[in-house]
Nanobody
């Protein structure tokens, strides 16, 4: 059973910065894709950023050049550094561990409990 524990959310003013952390109890952490999603009440969960096991990252257009995702495989931790925050970045941010798939099946995906980020105008 994989557990993901996020931290680092909070209240920040427009233009401020926050760093989210997600620690995974996952023996396969070094080989999995890790993502950050966010969700505003009433909306679908939105993919913010992904990082592959080799460190290659992808971003949603809305956060590119402001957010940076990174990982430390030695610490089983994925980070989301958020800068130049805007009120529209306000959401609950979730850490996500993508499933590992073989030719025949995939293991489950896992989600953290979420951490609230609020950006005041």
């Amino acid at each position: 059973q994989v557990q993901l524990v996020e931290s680092g959310g909070g209240l920040v003013q427009t233009g401020g910065s926050l760093r989210l952390s997600c620690v995974a109890s996952d023996r396969d952490f070094s080989i999995v894709v890790m993502d950050w999603y966010r969700q505003v009440p009433g909306n679908q969960r939105e993919l913010v950023a992904s990082v592959h096991n080799n460190g290659i990252a992808k971003y949603a257009d809305s956060v590119r050049d402001r957010f940076t995702i990174s990982r430390d495989n030695a610490k089983n931790t994925v980070y989301l550094q958020m800068t130049s925050l805007k009120p529209e970045d306000t959401a609950v941010y979730f850490c996500h561990r993508a499933p590992i798939c073989s030719a025949y099946e995939c293991d489950p995906e896992y989600w953290g409990q979420g951490t609230q980020v609020t950006v005041s105008s």
